[in-house]
């Protein structure tokens, strides 16, 4: 039911006059004394408002309040045209607004009060809190406190916050604890920290609804709990690409005003170890070795990637395979359609149509329309592709980052229930660095006769025929084989060198099937450093920063699983700040 909001005076902004205007959704307010042309309108949406306070309020540096009895103080979302080159910068702006009487102040702050309630009402009260303290360039703790905390005080939320001192400690307490009354999940930190909130909330999920996620095809339950991320972390991919920048404020706000972005999650199977999501990068091969790789070098912070880049490019290696699809529509949306998904997407839209189940459609209809974010294979041809590649790598979005403004696949989608899939031939090694300095510019990196990509809605990988793998044993005989042809010295280098106690931590993520990054290492290495002469032949699976030490894997894409506060790429050109 719309209620009638509307109020209108004249206020006082320090010295001079405006008009004031309360409409439904917006606060407006012009100055008064100037000649027409002159008077400049600044106009807020309601759902932009952060808070309202009696009095002149501050809160930077620190917080504090003049209690004028005639005054109040709005602060509010204000877009900031410096800053990243694709999103926009949020910052917030207060003006202390002074009335002709107290009673007058007093109608001011309660019609934005219940104006807030009425048309915001998807915004946190209650949030739960983590905090990985050693993510990134290890600042998350300071990041949260200074920036974060104080804006999230200043909009009455609450927060629960737990400062991590392990690895999987996030996750399992959203396995396992109680988490009534949390109306979202915030995590500080990079990749891997969503990544865990995000095992854990889909886990519970799940688990909640009876449903067992390891089986390939269920259909997954959809979390209720909102998640927030406050980039902290080394690659913080998932925040860029959903955000436009990481800026911890600009995310923050987002959380404050219940911004709501669905994404897409692909689930990774394997037979012989439990599920994992990824939402930015699947990637065997190049991007596998580059992980495994960086691990050995997580004291140089953010900087490990392009060292580790480096060495695994040099090292130039391909791998067999055999990958299978499963097409998306081609109708809906192509990978090189050169459409990007920003807020407010069209292509995302119609998919969260077809998602929603209809009550007037019939059964068999309504199927139909899902068939998109189904696993059964009778809903489309799958298509099979063997050979040798440099990287097999897949997204369920563009997976923009600062190291690459524009993605691994520019034209994916965050929500349209498909991810895109990225097949790089081996090629000369000069061919495979102008592919990956391609991803550094807006020339299309897809444009190469050995690269191809194809918006799916499943895939497969599988070693050639003759050379499955077979559960870990075959792993480890791999490895064993690998071992007696390399340099020892490597894998054990590989195993024991520079691990700190919290770096030793580090290494443990995901669903808990390896203990430590070391157990795999030792027991089934795959990976070789570039030392080694000798080629493996297989690889590892990269999953969104975690390794998962196989090769074989079956994935699905899960049409919007998940939901962030935030509402993905604001495209500069059609904002007027
Ligand atoms: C020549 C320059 C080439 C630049 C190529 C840039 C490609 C970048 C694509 C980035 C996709 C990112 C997808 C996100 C993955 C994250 O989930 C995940 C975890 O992040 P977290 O640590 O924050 O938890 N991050 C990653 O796996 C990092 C992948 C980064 C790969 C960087 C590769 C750099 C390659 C440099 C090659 C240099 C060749 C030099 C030749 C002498
Ligand atoms: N207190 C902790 N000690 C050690 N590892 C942790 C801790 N908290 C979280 N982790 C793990 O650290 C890994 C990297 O975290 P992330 O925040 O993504 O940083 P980065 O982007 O630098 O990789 C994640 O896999 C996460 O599970
Ligand atoms: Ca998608």
Redesign the pocket.
């Known amino acids: 039911m719309e209620i009638d909001l509307r109020l209108e005076s004249s206020l006082w902004v320090g010295r001079k006059r405006y008009l004031a205007v309360l409409t439904g959704w917006h606060l407006q307010w012009t100055e008064v004394d100037k000649k027409n042309r002159q008077r400049k309108t600044t106009s807020v949406p309601v759902s932009e408002l952060i808070g309202v306070e009696d009095g002149r309020v501050e809160i930077l540096p620190g917080k504090s309040v003049e209690d004028a009895d005639h005054d109040f103080t709005v602060f509010y979302v204000r877009r900031s045209s410096s800053g990243g080159s694709y999103g926009l910068l949020w910052r917030f702006s207060r003006t202390q607004f002074s009335c002709a009487s107290r009673a007058l102040r007093d109608q001011w702050t309660s019609y934005l009060r219940t104006a807030l309630k009425t048309h915001s009402p998807s915004r946190p009260h209650r949030l739960l809190v983590f905090i990985?303290?050693?993510?990134?360039k290890k600042k998350g703790r300071h990041i949260y406190h200074s920036l974060v905390a104080p804006l999230f005080e200043l909009a009455g939320i609450s927060s629960h916050v737990i400062v991590?001192?392990?690895?999987?400690?996030?996750r399992d307490h959203l396995l396992k604890k109680d988490l009534s009354g949390f109306d979202g999940v915030v995590c500080v930190?990079?990749?891997?920290?969503f990544?865990?909130v995000m095992h854990g909330l889909i886990g519970r999920t799940q688990q909640e609804a009876g449903l067992s996620e390891n089986d390939p095809n269920v259909k997954l339950q959809p979390c209720n709990l909102h998640i927030g991320i406050i980039p902290?972390?080394?690659?913080?991919c998932v925040c860029f690409a959903t955000v436009g920048v990481n800026d911890p404020v600009t995310s923050a706000l987002h959380i404050i005003i219940g911004d709501s972005q669905p994404l897409d999650v692909c689930s990774a199977h394997h037979p012989t170890v439990p599920v994992h999501y990824s939402v930015s990068l699947l990637g065997y091969g190049f991007y596998g070795d580059v992980l495994a790789e960086s691990e050995r070098h997580r004291w140089m912070g953010?900087l490990r990637y392009d060292f580790s880049g480096a060495m695994v490019y040099l090292s130039s290696r391909s791998y067999a395979g055999v990958v299978h699809y499963l097409p998306a529509d081609p109708l809906l949306s192509s990978p090189r359609d050169n459409i990007r998904c920003l807020s407010g997407c069209s292509v995302c839209t119609k998919s969260t149509e077809r998602l929603l189940p209809h009550p007037t459609v019939s059964e068999s209809v309504n199927s139909f329309h899902c068939s998109q974010y189904s696993s059964d294979s009778s809903e489309g041809e799958w298509v099979s592709v063997a050979g040798r590649f440099r990287c097999v790598s897949f997204t369920c979005m563009s997976s923009s980052c600062p190291r690459s403004p524009l993605g691994l696949s520019p034209s994916a989608h965050l929500a349209d229930g498909t991810g895109d899939l990225i097949l790089v031939r081996e090629s000369h090694p000069l061919s495979f660095l102008k592919f990956l300095h391609r991803h550094t510019s807006t020339q299309d990196q897809f444009d190469l006769p050995f690269v191809e990509v194809h918006r799916v809605k499943a895939f497969r990988f599988s070693l050639p025929p003759g050379e499955e793998e077979d559960g870990c044993e075959d792993m480890e005989r791999g490895a064993t084989r690998q071992r007696e042809n390399q340099d020892t010295q490597c894998v054990m280098d590989i195993e024991t060198k520079s691990r700190t106690g919290?770096q030793q931590?580090?290494t443990?993520?995901g669903s808990g099937a390896y203990r430590e990054r070391g157990d795999w290492r030792g027991k089934k290495a795959l990976f070789c450093g570039p030392c080694c002469s000798e080629t493996p032949s297989v690889s590892v699976w990269n999953c969104d920063?975690?390794i998962l030490p196989f090769s074989e894997i079956q994935c699905r894409v899960h049409g919007q699983l998940v939901h962030l506060y935030a509402r993905g790429i604001e495209d500069k050109a059609a904002i007027v700040s």
């Open positions: 990985n303290p050693f993510g990134g991590t001192e392990r690895a999987n400690q996030a930190g990079g990749d891997g920290m990544s865990e902290a972390g080394s690659t913080d953010p919290s931590q580090l443990e993520r920063g975690e």
